[in-house]
């Protein structure tokens, strides 16, 4: 919980520190603690720090969503790499994630 209002307060640092310190407590992240760092990466603008989380997320065993792709394609500015990787990802982007493809190529 206090990830989440972290993340929502944009708040990227505190949030990092957070899940550091669960880490060495040895609390396991789950989808929650991972939507939030990735919602407070895009908001940073730290795409390279957006795709260590996501990384991390798949190593944990923790499939994405539509939701973490969003944010993915939030903080990336979308080009071939970015967009050839979601079609390899085992989640399949939706209607919205599309839609923000789109939206990023036409605003080129």
Known sequence: MQMMDTAERGKYYSCLAIAARMKTEGVRPDYSTYSALMQAAAREGAWLDA??????MLLVGIKPTAAIFNHLLQVCDIDL???LFLGFMSGRPN???LHN???KLLRR
């Open 95 to 97: 209607s919205n994630n």
């Open 81 to 83: 790499p970015c967009f």
């Open 51 to 56: 795709w260590a989380i996501f990384d991390d």
């Open 101 to 103: 493809i789109c939206g």
